[in-house]
């Protein structure tokens, strides 16, 4: 496929700060703290203890960076090529695959044309008001019925959900596979920041679908159950950061490439 180039892009800096707000609910860490020359997030998890993001791969901040980043389990994600941040990393950083930070204005068009196969079901569970998660399950192979169902959730980053469904159809079986699932989260800046630093924005994150099921349009049915909610909420922008192959599905859903992003792993 190919793909559109990123253009010179003056609003990357609050497309970054919307993307780190945003990631750090979805993820349940603790909230990003502005650094010099971006943010720095506490994740807290085994190989992830902490990650700087910087919206320009400015060379002092780099080098600085690289120079007093000794732990191992720390990472930088800059957003420029990985062209030009490896030449200023040591043989102690392994650089990961490429990323794309992309957003779109048009969330209510990514809501849209994206129904599901026969034999999936869709939930959406809330966990609180600002972070909901997306689930397709797979309800219609051999043994399963097919049918409805909804679900709730608490917390923050992890939830848990009930859900009910009914079907008919074959015998009884091991019930509704995981087939496809998204997070997302709400976020218009640090409380009482004024004025606000980016538009209300929607973090999507941790889109997957299995492999079993994959090429089925769930992915796309997963994101648009997400813009949706993000809209009745009041979101106007939705932001992420893609892999390669989620890159190809969201420039097909209308989304455009705002940098390329290189993510760098401090090793033991």
Known sequence: MTHTAAA???????????WVDGWARARGTDVPQAVPGGFRIEVRRPGHLARHVLPE????????????????????????PREVVEPLLTADWEISEPQYLMT??????????????????LEIVDEGQEVFEARVHAVGGPGNGSGTGTGTGTGTGTGSCSGTGSGSGG???PGPVLAASGRAALTTGAPGSSPAPYAPSVVFDMIGTEPAHQRR???RAVMAALAGRAVERG??????????DG??????????????????????
Do not use: F, N
């Open 8 to 18: 010179p892009d003056t609003g990357l800096h609050s497309a970054v700060h919307a």
């Open 57 to 80: 791969a400015e060379p002092a901040v780099l080098r600085d960076l690289v120079a007093t980043l000794t732990t191992p389990g720390l990472w930088i994600k800059a957003c420029a």
């Open 104 to 121: 779109t204005d048009e969330l209510a068009a990514s809501r849209s044309g994206a129904g599901l196969p026969s034999g999936y079901r």
């Open 171 to 173: 015998a009884e079986g």
């Open 217 to 219: 349009g769930l992915g």
């Open 235 to 244: 979101a106007r922008q939705g932001v992420l950061v893609a892999s390669p």
């Open 247 to 268: 890159r190809a599905l969201y420039e097909a859903m209308g989304w455009r490439l705002r940098s390329r992003v290189t993510a760098a792993g401090r090793m033991g």
